[in-house]
């Protein structure tokens, strides 16, 4: 990851900023507030201002006045016992705003998630960076046979090779004339000063969706977890992934006490149906279940055996 100039300079004077608050603040949080943390090979994730931490879920919950006395343990334990049990509103109670960049086809894949503010950067008023995301040969991989929207085997040799330099070249070629077309560089220096531009809203259609944007993504908690709890999972896109894991660790410097309830009930539990339910206990009881008496089609019982680690009853 590289940044310019301006961004260095950006950074730079925002991190020098000092202010006094009678508002909460995250130690941990503060400490990498601003830095641009790097992702895929041209990326970053950013965190630019944050409202409350795990203090204001427990007021919220309580309707309570400040922090009064309780001890830390009391706040885990209401902590646990609102996610243990779903409750969502006190957790809406804090925000957090991100400043990211991203590959364009990332980014529409992230946008589905229609719980934030969103401002990106404009291609219809600036030039977009001359910069494109190729993944490293141990991220190439063929289709799923099993899975339609997931990856397979990876690509070895001169095939992954040749997908490599065409991912390259296409990029490339296409910024180019996306440059002709503006008749300016992404420096701002003019091509040919007697001719006319195409329309920046207009020459942009033309570039891959490799091609590097930029955002600035504002939620609250509660969304914010619900957005992990998909895109940090292991079957998530790897490259979204990536930004998933970054803010996962944003999250665990904010918010400790509703990070460890969040990956106890959330990312590390499971959830059941009432056939499923059944099939466990029976399971514990020691009585004979397969897929032909369960009720439960080949994916629903993979599913369920492979969450409880029963690896020798995957069919």
Not at 144 to 173: F, H, I, M, Y
Request: net charge neutral; hydrophobic share 35%; glycine share 4%.
């Amino acid at each position: 990851m590289k940044l310019t100039k301006e961004q260095s300079e950006e950074i730079k004077n925002q991190q020098l900023q000092t202010s006094e608050t009678k508002r909460v603040t995250s130690i941990e949080l503060e400490k990498i507030l601003y830095d641009a943390i790097p992702a895929l090979d041209h990326g970053f994730v950013r965190v630019v201002d944050y409202m409350g931490d795990d203090t204001s879920i427990v007021q919220s919950a309580r309707v309570s006045y400040g922090k009064g006395t309780k001890q830390v343990s009391t706040d885990k334990g209401l902590i646990k016992y609102l996610m243990r049990h779903w409750h969502s509103t006190p957790f809406e109670m804090c925000e957090i705003k991100y400043h990211i960049k991203l590959p364009i086809f990332i980014a529409r894949q992230w946008i589905r998630h229609r719980t934030a503010n969103v401002n990106e950067y404009s291609a219809r008023y600036s030039i977009l960076d001359k910069e494109f995301y190729l993944p490293s040969k141990n991220n190439l991989a063929a289709q799923s046979t099993s899975n339609r929207q997931g990856r397979g085997e990876v690509l070895e040799g001169e095939q992954a090779e040749e997908v490599l330099d065409l991912l390259k070249k296409d990029a490339e070629r296409t910024y180019n004339n996306y440059e002709t077309m503006l008749n300016e560089r992404y420096d701002g220096s003019r091509i040919d000063e007697k001719k006319k531009g195409l329309a920046r809203e207009l020459a942009r259609m033309n570039l891959t969706l490799n091609t590097y944007t930029q955002w600035y993504w504002k939620t609250d908690l509660l969304n914010l977890m619900n957005f992990l709890r998909l895109r940090a999972d292991s079957h998530a896109q790897y490259e979204i992934r990536v930004y998933a894991d970054i803010m996962l660790d944003t999250l665990k410097k904010w918010v400790p006490i509703t990070y460890e309830a969040f990956m106890d009930y959330r990312v590390g539990g499971t959830e059941v149906s009432n056939k499923g339910k059944d099939i466990i206990i029976k399971l514990i009881k020691g009585e004979n279940v397969t897929l032909e008496n369960s009720d439960l089609s080949k994916r629903e019982w993979n599913e369920l055996m492979e969450a409880f680690g029963l690896k020798d009853k995957l069919i």
